[in-house]
C-alpha cells in the first residue's frame, strides 16, 4: 500500500460495522474477535444452511437392489 491510498474499508459481515480490510486487522473481514468467533459457531452449530428443494424419497432408491437395505450386517 502506497502512503497516498487509504486503507479499504468494509462491512464487517457479522455486525455491520465498518472495518479495515488489511493485513494489520487480524480479524479480517470480520471487525473484532467477536464477531469472528460468533461467525465460527454459527457454522459449528449448522446455522448456515443451503437452500435445496425437499426431494422424494423414492427418487433416493433408484437403482438400489434389495441387498442394499439389509440392515442386519454390522457396521464399523
Known amino acids: 500500500m502506497t502512503e497516498n491510498s487509504k486503507p479499504r474499508e468494509i462491512k464487517c459481515p457479522k455486525c455491520g460495522k ?5 493485513s494489520e486487522n487480524a480479524f479480517r473481514p470480520f471487525c473484532s474477535e467477536r464477531c469472528k468467533t460468533n461467525d465460527l459457531g454459527a457454522w459449528a452449530d449448522e446455522s ?11 427418487s433416493l432408491s433408484v437403482g438400489l437392489d434389495d441387498d442394499d437395505w439389509d440392515d442386519s450386517e454390522s457396521r464399523h
Open 48 to 58: 448456515y444452511r443451503i437452500p435445496v428443494a425437499p426431494s422424494s424419497s423414492d
Open 18 to 22: 465498518l472495518t479495515v480490510y488489511s
